[in-house]
């Protein structure tokens, strides 16, 4: 038996085109439970959420009074009855052979984690929505975050989304950590690659994941991450990826070379052609797809969205060594 474990709060949006795909799975229905942990939703998601539950009797509802990811997943594996834990998102349409592909795979390749890749969709036609989309999925945003960009082999991973797991494997390595608002799939991620564990990404699984509709969730979005990644490496002793700090030191490089310019002309053009050279690149990646999409605009958004992802990232994780340093809390609201 499998238990399927969905996180959820506020989700009226998403969650018909979420629950329909996990109804149209190959995967035997009197062999599966789906358990929705909703953070006490104050939208129509429980109303939606109940009516599918009237139809189809392995949907379940669960209260998660702390409303964030983490406690949600461990709420749920505690309550859940399967052998197998698969965690998804409700952003998300997962293809009909989801459930099987991970369950025969994580057999198959002796893996202790196995996930599809995302599509990243907008949620909307809006020229922004349709380049916040291209920005998180695009490589010079995200660098070889291969969930993200795709992949054409099996590949062996540091993390995957909504991975398929034993249930053993929570009773040997512990739990979500529940001190991470963002970051906890990596740091358990991290603890199975620590235990001697392996993930693999499954490059024939596309998941369709809806991104952002607005510039200040990627920005929240992204600076959460970058908060939260220094206590992760602290968690688990080391980073787990390089990839991480490019966003880090682009802030510091804005910053210092900003300061020096002032000292030196010389700096202040390489500053300045450095800076260029950076804005070129998220133009050309723009206009590609404003071609592509027909969507003109996106050309003069890209720009100014991937230093929007960078930046946020990089003042979150500057920050995240700051509280470290002074040993203070790790405390945000987390809001979609």
Partial sequence: MISVIVPIYNEEKYIDKCVQSIINQDFPKDDMEVLFVDG???DRTREILEKWAASYPFLHVIDNPKRIVPPAMNIGIRAA????????DAHA???????????????????DNVGGTCRTLPVN????????????SNRFGVGNSHFRIGTSEIRQVDTVPFGCYRRALFDEIGYFDEQLIRNQDDEFNGRITKHGGKIF?????VIDYFARDSVRKVWSMFYQYGLFKPL???KLG???????????????GLVF???????????CCIYLAIIALYLLLGFVIGVKSAVKEHCWPMAFQLPMLFAVLHCSYGVGYLRGILKLMLHKEFVVQSKR
């Fill in 40 to 42: 006490m939703s104050t």
């Fill in 81 to 88: 009855h399967g052998d197998i834990i698969i965690r998804l």
């Fill in 93 to 111: 349409i997962f293809p009909n052979n989801y459930f099987s592909e991970l369950t025969r795979n994580l057999e198959l390749l002796h893996a």
């Fill in 125 to 136: 036609d809006t020229p922004i929505c349709k380049s916040i989309a291209v920005v998180v």
């Fill in 201 to 205: 990404l499954l490059p024939n699984l």
């Fill in 232 to 234: 992760v490496n602290k």
């Fill in 238 to 252: 080391s980073p787990a990826t390089l990839r991480q700090f490019f966003p880090m030191f682009f802030v510091l």
């Fill in 257 to 267: 070379g900003l300061a020096l310019s002032f000292v030196s002309k010389w700096i």
